[in-house]
């Protein structure tokens, strides 16, 4: 869809008509070079980007300015760790033979060669954790499910991708769909679920037409296993787990209290395992290599590797698959190259709209759930929205409560109210109204958000708005309004 | 209905093919699907209203979504906003008196690192500037 937005669509008719055999693949995730050709010859795949279509003769001839050799090479691509996007970019998505062929399937029929419990243990022993944003440990919610006795059970992809910064859930469903069908086919046959649905977000018309057809194809290899995609319709909190699960249920998309877990009362009532895109993914993997060979790379408790997703005002944005550990300085400054714009980097929002803001001092934070929790913020699915000198953080605040009031389900008070109050009190305090009354009374209904919302929108919406007060309190009129008040 | 293997659930996909079918979905038809799927009037009014894509009313010919996100902020997309609305001479979350363009926010297209984006009529356009947004202004005038 990347690609498309930049171009790509007239790019590879003008291939057409030269009569060249064009492959559509996926992205392989860095948008600085797209829309982006490779041509096959004798030394390899050879790339040029970006591409415009009065120029395919000069990339069919090699003399194209923006040739850029060997894709895998180029520092941004050498220094990856790719796990879970391997085959993304590199395979056309819905050819079934060339999956097979790029190692795919494999994790499935490992699975299907164990027990349901000694697969369970597999993805245990891996230390795969939600990357959906919680973090949960992965193979302790399947045992949960294979635990549960009950004549029905599903599996739910949670593939409503809403947090801004945020696109390898898309990247991976246009650009490798089987990967993540074969995800859910072993997490089918761990807890023994005959069922499944792809909750894909209305934004990603492409995504839901790939899942669609990969779904069609693909269904006598994971039969009999069954599949299906539900498209949201717009509503961000249906990203929420149990939102999710009433929408599917053809209800409004509410979040629901927990207990009972989903893994124990879920879609309809029954058992049902429900992980995010990229943790279900990451299953293939570990299943054809063994747990050892994920859990071997990572840092602290998180195993393994996270897709980091480099966004907003960044010079190399897209896709970076690695082991968690890295510093975010090294993410933002080295390997997205810092603003595209060419200005300092001020902020960087990590984790979605209800991520915290951090400052270049804190850029020696090292990417893990841990470290970030400590710092007051999340990784959440891992999107780093970058910004530069030019970002108002009073302004970024308000737009996290303005987007909580927009989005919220208004179940629970904290967040449908709540949201709507931190409106005003920003609004009061860029007006200069009182502002140290102000703050106070920010603070105070970030506190009652954080602790009395029921889920996730109205509790994590106090990280950006708290975070953006105390990194950078000089946008809140405070700095400006003392030299006035001692004139 | 395609796609939709299991019977339980149906609100969602039948509201998007009839959205699909009409452009909207007329208050009219809301009493003949609570019918069609033994729910209450409540109930799928409640559905219609709760999802931002559905429309009670025709959009115009063609339909503009402007991603405000974070992501397409950090890029200038409040400033590419406020061009769109002086351009198109419409504001946001609106319809043009003639019916010809609807501009709606929407947030995040998942295209964050090429912003600022838009869906124009469902076909993706990233990397927005003042030349694109003329383009994009003519092409809706059609």
């Known amino acids: ?487 | 209905m395609a796609g939709v293997a299991d019977g339980r659930g149906v609100l969602l996909p039948l509201l998007h093919a009839l959205q699909d079918e009409f452009g909207y979905i007329d208050d009219a038809l809301v009493p003949h699907v609570a019918e069609a799927l033994n729910l209450s009037r409540a109930d799928v009014h409640g559905v219609v209203t709760f999802y931002h894509d559905f429309r009670r009313q025709p959009a115009g010919r063609h339909v503009i979504k402007l991603c405000r996100a974070e992501s397409c902020q950090a890029r200038g997309g409040r400033a590419i906003e406020r061009a769109a609305v002086e351009r198109l001479g419409v504001a946001m979350g609106s319809t043009s008196a003639d019916g010809r363009v609807t501009l709606e926010p929407v947030y995040c297209l998942g295209l964050c690192a090429t912003g600022p984006n838009a869906l124009v009529d469902g076909v993706p356009v990233s990397r927005i500037d003042g030349a694109r947004l003329d383009r994009l202004a003519a092409q809706v005038a059609a």
């Open chain 1, 1 to 487: 869809m990347a690609s498309v937005a930049l171009g790509a669509d007239d790019v590879a008719e003008a291939f057409a008509r030269t009569g060249a055999e064009v492959i559509r693949t996926g992205s392989h995730g860095l948008f600085r070079i797209e829309p982006l050709a490779e041509v096959d010859t004798a030394d390899g795949r050879i790339a040029y980007g970006p591409v415009a279509p009065d120029e395919v003769g000069a990339v069919l001839d090699g003399s194209h300015a923006n040739r850029l050799g060997r894709l895998a090479d180029l520092p941004f691509f050498a220094s990856q760790q790719r796990f879970t996007f391997a085959r993304c970019g590199v395979i056309d998505p819905l050819d079934l033979d060339d999956y097979a062929a790029h190692g795919g399937w494999v994790g499935l029929a490992a699975a299907r060669a164990l027990s349901p419990a000694a697969v369970v243990a597999t993805v245990k022993d891996s230390g795969l954790r939600g990357r959906g944003g919680a973090g949960f440990p992965t193979g302790i919610k399947w045992q949960t499910v294979l635990d549960t006795q009950a004549a029905e059970k599903f599996i739910v992809c949670n593939a409503d991708e809403g947090d801004s910064g945020t696109f390898a859930d898309r990247m991976l469903m246009e650009g490798d769909p089987y990967c993540l069908i074969e995800g859910m086919a072993i997490a089918a046959h761990a807890v023994g679920a005959a069922h499944g649905y792809v909750y894909i977000r209305s934004e990603y018309p492409f995504a839901v037409a790939t899942m669609r057809e990969a779904i069609v194809r693909s269904a006598a290899r994971i039969a009999p296993f069954t599949l299906e995609v539900r498209v949201g319709a717009g509503a961000y909190v249906c990203g929420e787990e149990t939102a999710l699960l009433d929408s599917i249920e053809g209800k409004r998309g509410q979040v629901r209290a927990k207990p009972p877990l989903p893994a124990i009362a879920g879609l309809f009532g029954k058992p049902t395992v429900i992980n995010n895109v990229l943790s279900l993914a990451a299953v293939p993997f570990i299943l054809a290599n063994g747990p050892a060979a994920y859990a071997a790379v990572g840092f602290g408790r998180s195993r393994g590797t996270m897709p980091i997703q480099l966004a907003g005002n960044v010079r190399n944005g897209g896709l970076y698959e690695v082991g968690f550990g890295i510093t975010l300085g090294e993410l933002v400054d080295e390997i997205g190259g810092g603003t595209e714009s060419g200005r300092p980097v001020r902020a960087v929002q990590v984790g979605g709209p209800l991520g915290a803001y951090f400052p270049p001092s804190m850029f020696h934070l090292p990417f893990d759930y841990e470290s970030f929790t400590t710092a007051g913020g999340l990784i959440g699915h891992a999107g780093i929205t970058v910004f530069d000198d030019s970002v108002d953080m009073a302004k970024m605040a308000r737009f996290a409560m303005e987007f909580c009031a927009v989005e919220s389900c208004g179940k629970c008070t904290p967040c449908r109210i709540g949201s709507t109050r931190g409106v005003e009190t920003v609004d009061r305090i860029i007006a200069g109204d009182r502002i140290d009354d102000n703050i106070e009374i920010l603070r105070d209904l970030c506190d009652t958000m954080k602790f009395g919302s029921l889920c996730a929108l109205g509790g994590f919406t106090p990280y950006p708005v708290l975070s953006a007060l105390d990194h950078f309190p000089e946008d809140f009129g405070g700095a400006t309004a003392l030299p006035v008040a001692a004139e």
